[in-house]
């Protein structure tokens, strides 16, 4: 019974912090200080595949990835100095649109370490329903 109590109870938190997660609503997204702390204890042990938020500042528009799904590509300076590369899958949802250097992009989506502070990606819904939608915001929408 000891043995089964720990895994029961992980699950639990962790289908309890999804369901928080998924249900709230679009406009409470913020940069948090657990965000920010999340993604660079994340850069610093190389961790990668996990959900995470925030936002940043764009710093470098990159020319869009053209090789099998298209993806927008631009880097956000984040709050705590690490830049992060958005790769924004275009054939699943809209392209942001006029975005320039200097703009906020809030963004939920898959962290992937690399040494260059990392990757977001799956910033959009899933067709097939098996991932956690994604999302970026910018200008006062929502792109899934």
Known sequence: MKKLL???LTLFIA???????????????GFTDQ??????????ERKSGF???????VIRILPDD??????QRFILKLEYGKNLLISHNIDLAPRLSNLK???AVAFNGVYE????????????HDPNGRHIPGWLKY?????Q
Do not use: C, M
């Open 51 to 57: 959900q995470t938020e925030g936002n940043g500042i």
């Open 6 to 8: 720990i895994p029961i």
């Open 35 to 44: 965000n920010n702390t999340a993604l660079s204890i994340a850069f610093d």
């Open 139 to 143: 200008n006062g929408k929502t792109y």
């Open 66 to 71: 053209n090789d099998g799904s298209r993806h």
């Open 15 to 29: 289908v309890y912090i999804g369901w928080s997660q998924l249900n709230r609503p679009n406009d409470s997204v």
């Open 113 to 124: 370490w690399n040494s260059k502070g990392g990757v977001i990606h799956w910033t959009h």
């Open 101 to 103: 250097k200097g703009d």
